[in-house]
């Protein structure tokens, strides 16, 4: 079966640090992947899908950036982070070919202070 | 991407069976309804799919009628556990399909 993995689970950063959150599937090959935020209360905004390696595509332009270095890995990253960027992250995957129907990582709580 | 309409909340007891009906009058042909059930800090979880008429898996039963503008999520005999927020989700399988996530229908369950 398929298994999808994030971490960490809970970051705390200063503001104007760096920042890498990690997600990696299992159990499948060529899958769709995807970043989405979820602010406190609201719904999920997506960031970043890609198809392949190396594909990445942006939804939204911010100090924020993705990276696919292997196929079944989808890495985010910021060199600065803002207060604005605390919220929940979570990476999700999709069966090649299919993008309706997204599963879901356990999510990164990042808090930016 | 056709906009969902859903109760803010409903509660139930244990038990008891529970349909959460989503409105989505503007559903294009392409589109498929998806429902997601996430519990607080944790990522949605895939519950089920139909594009129309009936379907059924272990955990739930989705009814669309003939002319897709709603559906209707039916849980079978609700556990405590099943407390969540349940979104219903209307869209097309084509690539950078974003899943937008309204404020889904929080479902509490009590004893």
């Known amino acids: 079966s398929q298994t999808i993995h994030q971490w960490p689970a809970t970051l705390v950063q200063p503001v104007g640090s760096p920042l890498s959150l990690e997600c990696t599937v299992e159990?499948?090959?060529?899958?769709?992947l995807y970043w989405y935020r979820q602010a406190a209360g609201r719904g999920l905004q997506l960031l970043f899908y890609?198809?392949?390696?190396?594909?990445i595509s942006s939804e939204v332009p911010q100090n924020l950036s993705a990276s696919r270095p292997q196929d079944r890995q989808f890495i985010l990253s910021s060199k600065k982070l803002l207060l604005s960027d605390s919220g929940f992250y979570l990476c999700?995957?999709?069966?090649?070919?299919?993008?309706?129907?997204?599963?879901f990582g356990p999510g990164t709580r990042l808090l930016v202070l | 991407l056709a906009k969902t309409t859903q109760p803010i909340s409903m509660d139930s007891y244990e038990g008891q069976e529970v349909n959460i009906t989503c409105s989505h009058n503007?559903?294009?042909?392409?589109?498929?309804i998806t429902w997601y059930q996430q519990f607080p800090s944790q990522g949605p979880r895939f519950i089920i799919q139909?594009?129309?008429t009936k379907v059924t898996n272990e955990v739930a039963s989705l009814f669309i009628p003939a002319d897709r503008k709603s559906s209707t999520l039916s849980l079978p005999r609700v556990s405590l556990s099943d407390t969540a927020v349940y979104y219903c989700?209307?869209?097309?399988?084509?690539?950078?399909?974003?899943?937008?996530f309204g404020k889904g229908t929080t479902l509490s369950v009590s004893s």
């Open positions: 999700a995957w999709s069966v090649p070919g299919r993008f309706e129907t997204q599963y």
């Open positions: 159990g499948t090959s060529n899958p769709n």
């Open positions: 890609s198809v392949g390696i190396g594909q």
């Open positions: 503007n559903i294009a042909t392409n589109d498929y």
């Open positions: 139909g594009y129309k």
């Open positions: 989700l209307v869209g097309p399988n084509q690539a950078g399909t974003a899943l937008i």
